[in-house]
């Protein structure tokens, strides 16, 4: 009887005790698996435009389970979201480089662009719940998440546009007082956005058009 009595009361601590914080840091997608019908990358020299809404990356989880639920994981992915972009555009074209803004045509000749590529983040949408069990909980994510982009060449003609997305889950224990939430929702966060990569570098390398306009 006491030993039910303190394993209730341990369930309803986590559950109903005094929130915490716990940040929720997500590593740069450093490289992807692209699986191509070419060898070489698309030759030229791009410009990469990244429009990252700290709005919608950057938030804060509330899990939607009743375990747990006075607990907060807040994320910043802006940082994250723009150099896993770079990142996987060094290993689809021959020479990249980020700028703030749109190049005009007269930019791109100066600069001797074959073009530009434009990503806008446009879903981010990570969820969180906690599964009790007998002696411990189980922390469960999931993630959609997507982006838009659009590739020019340096008259500002469209070549390629299409939207991405990607949706991955992740397990793991919620540990003593919650905090194992933060890491399983970054793996599911970390493991979308390299599936939504991937998606993009086949999608791009693969593209015969851009392979025959950039040539």
């Known amino acids: ?108 000749k100066k600069d001797n662009l074959s073009g530009y590529i434009f990503i806008t983040s446009k879903l981010f949408e990570p969820r969180l719940q906690f599964i009790p069990g007998f002696w411990s909980a189980t922390a469960s994510a999931s993630t959609d998440i997507g982006f838009d982009y659009n590739i020019r060449d340096s008259q500002n003609n469209l070549v390629l546009n299409g939207s991405i997305s990607g949706n991955r889950t992740a397990d793991g224990g919620a540990g003593g007082a919650c905090e194992g939430g933060s890491s399983v929702l970054a793996e599911s966060i970390s493991k979308s956005l390299r599936d939504a990569l991937e998606r993009y570098g086949e999608r791009v390398s693969n593209s015969p058009k851009l392979r025959e306009v950039f040539k």
Do not use: W
């Open 1 to 108: 009887m006491r030993k039910s009595l303190l394993l209730a009361t341990v369930v309803l601590v986590m559950a109903l005790g005094a929130g915490c914080s716990y940040k929720t840091p997500v590593n740069t997608v450093q490289s992807v698996n692209v699986y191509s019908s070419y060898d070489e990358k698309i030759p030229g020299k791009f410009a990469v435009i990244i429009n990252a809404d700290t709005n919608l990356l950057d938030k804060t989880v509330s899990p939607s389970s009743f375990t747990c639920a006075a607990h907060k994981f807040p994320i910043s992915l802006t940082d994250s979201f723009t150099s896993s972009i770079i990142a996987t555009n060094e290993s689809i074209f021959e020479s990249i480089f980020q700028r703030e803004n749109i190049p005009s045509v007269e930019e791109m």
